[in-house]
């Protein structure tokens, strides 16, 4: 470990390693999604399927050494299918509470915008608060919950689009893309004799680590220059003409935590604009409203008009 670098190397490290070899030839992304996690925030992936959304989902889950659990949204979920239910017990007379998937530590809710509001609407308290209600009772989850949400760019018939308070909830939105040649004549080849079509890995990191590694993210210095030129980006996506929803001060607390995560993946103690520069896609890419004729390239002409601090 280099001078003045963060703790933690040789378990994100081990981490960084299960995931790639989960999700071959996706370096970056898996980067990503560990920046996501170390920054307690949650992640959309937007792709089409069978590109290893699920197989990246319960890689994660292992890699932590936690619980997974996965839901289906289809139309017909409801938001107890989420959150859990009580039920009436003929021996103890009693009511006896079944919790839902979200009291999982990572939650893939496959195809969430093929469900409804309301249902949707259900993840937002477990999101937002790591808690659910249910019965009028308040129930705590895990300190570090992790919702990796999927929904499907091409087909939109029976969909419902998620509101902007969900996707403000969200730290990130990613692609995980199709593999080069090389990495898919690798996956057939790791394919040959296993049955379960699964990659096996042992947990990464051990009970409480990953609480630990989070709080020292949360304690990666951030300079007020840098805070500075943070608060510069968010102010210019609120006028800017192709910009219909700027980003909101929550969406800035969120993305200095991932340029934080960011900054320790790149062992080092203190973030810089690069960092911030480096997490700016996913981070806005999930909460700018951009206008119906708005091209791509927004998110960098707002990097470019903002002065970068020295």
Known sequence: MSAGAVPGTGQIDRLRAALNRALRGKGRVVE?????????????LEDLPGLGKTTLAKAVAGAVGGTFARVQCTPDLLPGDITGFSIFNQKTREFEFQPGPVFADVL??????????????????????????????????????????????????????????????????????????????????AAIGDVTGEPGSDPSLTEGELAALQAQVARVA??????????????ATRSHPKVTLGLSPR???????????????????????????????????VRLGLAPDAAGGVIHHLLEAVSVPV
Not at 32 to 42: D, Y
Not at 222 to 235: F, K, M, S
Not at 251 to 280: E, H, N, S
Request: overall charge negative.
């Open 32 to 44: 990503q999604v560990i920046a996501c996690l170390l920054a307690r925030g949650h992640l959309l």
């Open 108 to 189: 893939l809710a496959d195809e969430i915008n093929r469900t409804t509001p309301r249902t949707q609407s259900a993840l937002l308290e477990a999101m937002a608060e790591r808690q659910a209600t249910v019965d009028n009772v308040r129930r705590t989850l895990a300190p570090t919950f992790f919702v990796i949400a999927t929904q499907n760019p091409v087909e939109h018939h029976g969909t419902y689009p998620l509101p902007e308070a969900q996707l403000d909830r969200f730290a990130m939105k990613l692609s995980v893309g199709y593999p080069d040649r090389g990495d898919e004549l690798d996956l057939l080849a």
């Open 222 to 235: 951030v300079q007020p220059n840098v805070r500075a030129y943070l608060v510069d980006l968010g102010r």
């Open 251 to 285: 969406g800035l607390l969120i993305w200095q935590r991932v340029a934080q995560a960011w900054a320790f993946l790149k062992d080092r103690p203190f973030v810089t604009p690069d960092d911030v520069q480096d997490v700016a896609a996913p981070v806005l890419g």
